[in-house]
């Protein structure tokens, strides 16, 4: 979220009518129409466990991607 609020080339920094900073709710808000939603991550950090964050897998866009992005990868 931090990288994206970030990049001042875009429009996240400055968003919607308050144009404040993107946030989490927002985002999830928008990425819900195309079937993309947070989940909880496993991260492996070499302990038995892992950790876990909040976040989105790669994989949750690629049906998305493939309908309405030409050709080129995003990633």
Same mark, same amino acid.
């Given at each position: 979220?931090?990288?994206?609020?970030?990049?001042?080339?875009?429009?996240? !920094?400055?968003?919607? /009518?308050?144009? /404040?900073?993107? =946030? /989490?709710?927002?985002?999830?808000?928008?990425?819900?129409?195309? *079937?993309?939603? !947070?989940?909880?991550?496993?991260?492996?950090? *070499?302990?038995?466990? *892992? =950790? =876990?964050?909040? *976040?989105?897998? /790669?994989?949750?866009?690629?049906?998305?991607?493939?309908?309405?992005?030409?050709?080129?990868? !995003?990633?």
């Amino acid at each position: 979220m931090a990288y994206l609020v970030s990049r001042e080339d875009r429009p996240w !920094p400055e968003w919607g /009518k308050t144009r /404040k900073p993107l =946030t /989490k709710v927002q985002l999830a808000r928008m990425l819900k129409p195309y *079937g993309i939603s !947070p989940g909880t991550i496993r991260l492996d950090d *070499g302990t038995a466990k *892992g =950790t =876990t964050a909040k *976040g989105y897998l /790669k994989s949750a866009f690629e049906d998305a991607f493939a309908r309405y992005l030409s050709g080129a990868s !995003p990633f």
